[in-house]
């Protein structure tokens, strides 16, 4: 069973590659303070689940007495085959993410529970516009908050290599390239033919993206080596894997890029979501996968790493006739990378009884998620609040960045 807005087009999913395929963009700068005194040099890198992720099946609120019935049949447990991996006495994490458990209690990774954008409906289009845009309602820009928080730091030294990798560039960082300094760069997935051709169109009208392009053929043939490619069988859950150890081996360079985006299609979970295995856990296994590319290939970078993963929204708290979820609100953001104060799982919890429940049938949002993400760029770049407030995530100042994420 699709959603209907899948049905309705099927252009979306060219956003990026379903289940794995990413659209990975990068900031073509370096900071001022990645040379700091104190030997920092920060990277970020943001994920992003399109199609909706389901919260209380990712990390499940075992200690509340209302899950279990409302989870029904794809609910975790924390004991017998394939139980949760308890994070404290209240949360378990699904079994197929043991490198985020790993993560975990080695205290770079956490979990914000009960999170949410400003958005309030159950449209993806319009759920991943202001999730990806970073303003409270969707249609505002063509822009998103990462590219305007890049807007907003010191220009530093060029670095030219730096360049957009993938068949599109997410919205988070979508903009006024020539003020931000990073080239836009949709390589096409096409042979080696198609883009020659590209390429000597480009240097008749435009010799400047010409060169842009010849670089970016070349850190395509880098992020997608031999060693790169897709083996025979492989899924799209695989390719998660892939798309993030390319990203990793241009991210880990000296003169790589420092901020990084990525989008995964496929979480669209009505029908069949499956519980501790099944389609769910396939998707996590490939987001977990895709997190363990990024720690062993950033290296040395990976002390001074964030990564966020985020979802448009979340899933209904009871799951509907065909063992899926719905549309619903609260969901949880995750975040791992050895700059992360983790161990944690923060959330100011509102319960799943009945009159708890967002419109009666959604886990209830207690935490922006545009405090989450103003927290770990205010810490990790030191952006200023005013900043934050005013033009990453404009109209935002009762979300105040939350503090304490990342170590500092």
């Known amino acids: 069973m699709q959603c209907c807005e899948g049905l309705r087009s099927q252009a979306t999913s060219r956003r990026s590659l379903l289940l794995g395929g990413a659209a990975f963009a990068a900031w073509a700068y370096l900071p001022k303070f990645a040379r700091a005194a104190d030997g920092r040099d920060p990277r970020l890198v943001v994920v992003i689940l399109r199609g909706a992720l389901d919260g209380l099946a990712t990390v499940a609120p075992i200690g509340d007495p209302d899950y279990a019935g409302l989870h ?12 949760a991996v308890m ?3 209240f949360f378990g994490l699904h079994p197929a ?13 956490a979990v914000i529970h009960a999170v949410a954008t400003s958005y309030r409906e159950r449209s993806h289009f319009d759920g991943q516009d202001v999730l990806e845009s970073g303003f409270a309602g969707p249609g505002r820009v063509q822009s998103g908050w990462l590219n305007r928080a890049l807007e907003a730091l010191p220009k530093g030294e060029r670095v030219t290599r730096a360049l957009a990798v993938g068949p599109t560039t997410p919205l988070v960082l979508r903009g006024a390239a020539p003020t931000v300094g990073w080239a836009p760069v949709a390589l096409p997935q096409a042979d080696d033919d198609t883009a020659m051709r ?7 009208r435009d010799p400047a993206l010409a060169s842009a392009l010849t670089q970016g053929l070349q850190l395509e043939k880098v992020a997608q080596g031999d060693e790169m490619k897709p083996k025979p069988g492989t899924n799209g859950v695989g390719a998660m894997r892939l798309v993030a150890r390319g990203a990793a081996k241009l991210m880990a360079a000296d003169d790589g890029p420092r901020i990084g985006a990525l ?29 363990a590319e990024f720690e062993s290939g950033l290296g040395d ?6 990564i966020v993963v985020a979802t448009e929204f979340g899933r209904t708290a009871r799951i509907n006739g065909t063992e899926g979820t719905d549309h619903g609100t609260g969901t949880i953001a995750l975040l791992a ?18 009159v708890n429940l967002y419109q009666g049938r959604d886990l209830a949002p207690t935490t922006d998620l545009r405090a989450v993400m103003k927290g770990v760029l205010h810490d990790q770049f030191g952006l200023a609040d005013r900043v934050l407030a005013e033009s ?6 009762a979300a105040k960045p939350m503090q304490g994420l990342v170590v500092v």
Request: a positive charge; charged letters at 25%.
């Open 72 to 83: 029904g049949s794809i609910a975790l447990r924390p004991d017998g085959p394939n139980a």
């Open 87 to 89: 994070l404290d006495s």
């Open 97 to 109: 993410m043991p490198e985020f458990a790993r993560m975990y209690r080695a205290r770079q990774a």
């Open 198 to 204: 590209l390429l000597e169109l480009y240097q008749h």
């Open 263 to 291: 989008a995964f299609d496929g979480w669209d979970t009505h029908a069949k979501e499956g519980g501790p295995v099944g389609r769910l856990a396939q998707l996590l296994g490939g987001l977990d996968g895709a997190l």
């Open 301 to 306: 970078r990976w002390r001074d790493t964030v």
């Open 337 to 354: 990378g050895g700059a992360v104060k983790g161990g944690r799982v923060i959330s100011d919890w509102p319960g799943l009884k009945p």
């Open 392 to 397: 990453v995530f404009p109209d935002s100042r």
